[in-house]
C-alpha cells in the first residue's frame, strides 16, 4: 500500500506543480491570511483545490488535512489522512524565488507511511514510504557523517539561535535557510545540510512529508523535546521540529534541555 499511496502522491505532486509555474513570476493576486497564518495566493488556492479533488477522488476513504483547505474533524476518525501544503515556502514564491515546494503525505495512524516533496522551478523531487528509502529524482539519499556540532551547516533562523532558548549552551554551527521546512528536511535527507532545527510550533502539513523523508535517509526527526512526532492531531502542530543525523541529533538536545544544578 505504501508504494500504492507514493506513485499517486508522487504524479499529482508534478501535476500541481505545472499550475504553480503558470503563475510563478507572473502576475497573481496575493493577500496575508491574518494572525501569524502568513500571505496566501491564487495560486496556493488553485493548487489545493487540484490535490483536493485528484487525491480524495482516488481515495476516498482518506482524510484530508491542508493548509489551505478548511480543517473539520471528521478526518481524526480515518486510519490514513492525507496531509498537505499546496505551496510550502508561499513568500519564496511570491518573490520569484525557485525553493518553493509542494509537500504531500500519508498519514497511517498518525505516522507518514508515504511521501512526495517537489520543487517544480527546479523540477526536484523527494520521496519516500515506510518500504521504500529515501529518493532525489530516483537517487538514494543519505544524511551526512557529520558528527561535531563546530562543524555542522544547520538550516535554521537566526532567532532560534537566542541564548534562553539552549540552556546547555547555543551551538556554534554554521547557519543557512530556506523557507520552506518541508525543503529544509529533504537537504537534511541529502546530506547537502546537516540538520535542521525550528523551534516554534509546526504545522503538520508543512513537516509531515519531509519528517519521513529525513528519517528514511538516516536521520533523528523529533520535537523540541526529543519525542517522535505524530501526525493527524487536533490541533494539527508539533512542538517544534529537529532533524539531525544521530549523533547530532542527541548534541542538540543536550543544548537544548536545562542543565543540572552544580
Known amino acids: 500500500m505504501p508504494a500504492h499511496d507514493l506513485a499517486l502522491l508522487t504524479e499529482a505532486a508534478r501535476e500541481a506543480g505545472a499550475i504553480a509555474l503558470r503563475y510563478w513570476r507572473g502576475a497573481f493576486r496575493a493577500w496575508d491570511k491574518g494572525g501569524t497564518h502568513g500571505p496566501v495566493t491564487e495560486a496556493d488556492l488553485e493548487v489545493d483545490r487540484h490535490l483536493n479533488a485528484r487525491l480524495r477522488t482516488a481515495r476516498p476513504d482518506y482524510g484530508w488535512l491542508s493548509e489551505e483547505t478548511v480543517d473539520t474533524p471528521d478526518r481524526l476518525a480515518a486510519d490514513r489522512c492525507f496531509v498537505a501544503d499546496p505551496i510550502d515556502g508561499t513568500r519564496a514564491f511570491m518573490a520569484g524565488e525557485d525553493t518553493f515546494a509542494i509537500s504531500l503525505a500519508v498519514v ?115 520535537d523540541r523535546q526529543g519525542a517522535k512526532l505524530a501526525f493527524n492531531r487536533a490541533p494539527p502542530q508539533a512542538d517544534g521540529v529537529l532533524a539531525a543525523p544521530p549523533a547530532l541529533h542527541g548534541a542538540l538536545m543536550a543544548r537544548l534541555r536545562p542543565q543540572p544544578a552544580g
Open 108 to 222: 497511517d495512524r498518525g505516522q507518514p507511511v508515504a511521501a512526495a516533496v517537489y520543487l517544480p522551478a527546479l523540477d526536484r523531487l523527494y520521496t519516500a514510504s515506510a518500504t521504500d528509502a529515501a529518493r532525489c529524482d530516483g537517487r538514494p539519499l543519505a544524511v551526512s557523517g557529520t558528527q561535531r556540532l563546530d562543524q555542522a551547516r544547520m538550516l535554521l533562523t537566526h532567532p532560534t539561535l537566542a541564548p534562553e532558548h539552549w540552556p546547555g549552551g547555543v551551538p556554534e554551527v554554521k547557519r543557512s535557510f530556506r523557507a520552506s521546512l518541508a525543503y529544509r528536511l529533504c537537504l537534511v535527507a541529502e546530506g547537502r545540510h546537516d540538520g535542521m532545527v525550528t523551534l516554534r510550533p509546526a504545522w503538520e502539513w508543512d513537516i509531515a512529508a519531509g519528517a519521513l523523508i529525513a528519517a528514511r535517509a538516516g536521520a533523528t526527526v523529533t
